[in-house]
């Protein structure tokens, strides 16, 4: 079964850090660039940060700086750094698989940045 499955969410103090997971199942994920994208209530889902295959990074320019994004091929695993936190970083964040054929999206975990 293609799944994408996030984990690492939660709560956490303006200036803090949270890192977030993203497993992913049934797709050969060597192969595919994969991103985080987040979605904040009333506003757009935007790209937070992609890491292909060959390990090429770019980031969204809210997140430059203080986010990292990495890959772990032999565990099938995507992670997200996210350091320095604001509240506007408040959102639900999303992992994506996505090339040629395939656009596969993870259920989404809350983040949420507050004192």
């Known amino acids: 079964q293609v799944q994408l499955v996030e984990s690492g969410g939660g709560l956490v103090q303006p200036g803090g850090s949270l890192g977030l997971s993203c497993a992913a199942f049934?797709?050969?994920?060597?192969?595919?660039?994969m991103a985080w994208y987040r979605q904040a209530p009333g506003k757009q889902r935007e790209l937070v940060a992609r890491i292909t295959p060959a390990w090429s990074t770019n980031y969204g320019d809210t997140v430059k700086g203080r986010f990292t994004i990495s890959r772990d091929n032999a565990k099938n695993t995507v992670y997200l750094q996210m350091n320095s936190l604001k509240p506007e970083d408040t959102a639900v964040y999303y992992c994506?698989?996505?090339?040629?054929?395939?656009?596969?999206w993870g259920r989404g975990t809350q983040v949420t940045v507050s004192s």
């Open positions: 994506n698989a996505a090339d040629d054929l395939r656009d596969i």
């Open positions: 049934g797709i050969a994920f060597r192969f595919y660039p």
